[in-house]
Structures are given as structure tokens and as C-alpha cells.
């Protein structure tokens, strides 16, 4: 069965960095398209970053531009979201994500496999 594992959240100051990796497994991982989503409390889940199966499309959120950057190894079936310059706002749980699709996706509904989530919080 598919399973992604979630690590590296926790607690940071503002305009500290974070590295988020999520390692798959049972599944073909370089023919999937990776995504990280994220939950604040009271909110609803959304979109943080996507990358394509070969790492050569991503696309992010608005508000995590040029902060944050996906990317991933297929060698090691793992994704990776590098966070720089972390803000208070930031702070959510942080999901790992995977689509069969393939391609670059922001729809939530694209995607069928889940990670457990890592906690992320920014302290001001």
C-alpha cells in the first residue's frame, strides 16, 4: 500500500528556515506528481507547492513564493519543501501529498495518497 511518511517539522522564530521531507513507498514514485498542503487551525487544508514527476514543473501558493521551494530525489522516493524566512502565519500542519497524475497539480482533489502531517510553528 502507498504510504508517505512525513519529517522534519517544529518550532521555529520568525524568518528561521525549516526542511520538510516526505519519503514514499509502495508505489512507482517517479511516474507521481508531489505536492505539499498545509492546515492552519480552524482553516481549511490548502495548497503550499507542487512538483511534476521528473522535478521539471512546480508551481507554489502566492504567499509562499520566493520563500519556499519543492523539489525531490526519485532515487531516494522522497520530496523535500525547503522554508526560508518562515513567518507566524506559517505555522500549520504540513502535508505530504501524491497524484498517478503525473503533472504539476494545485487541485486537492487531484490527489489520492496522504501523509499523516508534521507540525510546523513560527513563533514571533
Known amino acids: 500500500q502507498v504510504q508517505l511518511v512525513e519529517s522534519g517539522g517544529g518550532l521555529v522564530q520568525a524568518g528561521g528556515s525549516l526542511r520538510l521531507s516526505c519519503v514514499a513507498s509502495?508505489?512507482?514514485?517517479?511516474?507521481?506528481?508531489m505536492a505539499w498542503f498545509r492546515q492552519a487551525p480552524g482553516k481549511e487544508r490548502e495548497f503550499v507547492a507542487a512538483?511534476?514527476?521528473?522535478?521539471?514543473?512546480?508551481v507554489y501558493a502566492d504567499s509562499v513564493k520566493n520563500r519556499f521551494t519543492i523539489s525531490r530525489d526519485n532515487a531516494q522516493n522522497t520530496v523535500y519543501l525547503q522554508m526560508n524566512t518562515l513567518k507566524p502565519e506559517d505555522t500549520a500542519v504540513y502535508y505530504c501529498?501524491?497524484?498517478?497524475?503525473?503533472?504539476?497539480?494545485?487541485?486537492?482533489?487531484?490527489?489520492?495518497?496522504w501523509g499523516q502531517g508534521t507540525q510546523v510553528t513560527v513563533s514571533s
Open positions: 512538483i511534476s514527476w521528473g522535478g521539471h514543473s512546480t
Open positions: 509502495g508505489l512507482t514514485f517517479s511516474n507521481y506528481g
Open positions: 501529498a501524491g497524484t498517478v497524475r503525473g503533472y504539476v497539480s494545485r487541485t486537492y482533489a487531484d490527489f489520492g495518497s
